[in-house]
């Protein structure tokens, strides 16, 4: 058997098993119905889950009840100087004769000139 | 240029040229089915899902018929992955080929049924991509695309396939009466 004849005997076998296919309109109604109802499940559900979403930020952004039954604690001066404490190398550290923080030290100026600059 | 009935989500393809390749479509189909009609016209109506979904994009780079064999090709290959899995946990061991129905068409000629039986003796990617050339009149390099292989694979199933065929059918030539 050539090539020739063994792809029409092929062909009609698969002709005679394939039958006649379906009316191409019937089953392209059936395939665009199919996909409508795909796509209003698929919004059906991308609602939902914007709903959900929504819902959870809405709750995580709930102010917290602050507790009324905490008890404060005022802690004195004299807690707080009794607590004061200094490190033993403390007693290095020169002290000066102003405060640097709240005296702001002033420049010495001069009226004399060298050279064009202002000592 | 764009055809007035071309879909939304595929507008490089029509429903014009939908409909003149329906019946080829169909005859593809039924093949990877193994000639189930119901489930061949539920995968058909997948493949069009498909392309209206615009999931299955057509770039109008290599032909429409490549093209939607290929989206039927891969539909019935995950169909028969997902059936194939789920038989083999139920019974643990699964078919490890795609089913292709061995008996010949009652009524058939001799050399019709000699020919049937040497086709469904071949391994399946071979008569797969024999079966676009043959009867489906596709060209080595576009059944390639079809199949998802290179042109250099599909050419050696397609040589391998010829030969197997010709020394299985002088075989069952001999034999038969």
Known sequence: ?119 | MRDDDALENNPHISRKALEGLHSQLFGWTLSRCNFERAVAEDLMQQAYVEVLSGRARFDNKSALKTFLFGVVQNLARSRFRRLSTRLRLLVSYGPQEEPFSQQPEPGAERETRLVWRAVAALPARQRDITELVFCREMTVEQAATVMGVTVGTARVHYDRAKKALAVKLAELAGRSP
């Open chain 1, 1 to 119: 058997m050539n090539e020739a004849e063994l792809k029409r005997r092929w062909k009609e076998s698969l002709q005679r098993r394939s039958g006649d296919a379906p009316a191409f309109d019937e089953v392209w109604v059936a395939a665009e119905a199919r996909y409508l109802d795909e796509r209003r499940r698929f919004r059906r559900l991308s609602g939902t889950a914007a709903a959900l979403a929504v819902l959870a930020i809405v709750i995580g952004l709930l102010p917290e009840n602050e507790p009324s039954n905490l008890q404060g604690v005022e802690v004195g001066d004299d807690l707080l100087s009794s607590t004061l404490w200094t490190a033993p190398s403390d007693v290095l550290i020169p002290r000066h004769g102003i405060d640097i923080y709240q005296n702001i030290p002033t420049l010495m100026e001069s009226t004399e000139f060298e050279e064009e600059t202002l000592l």
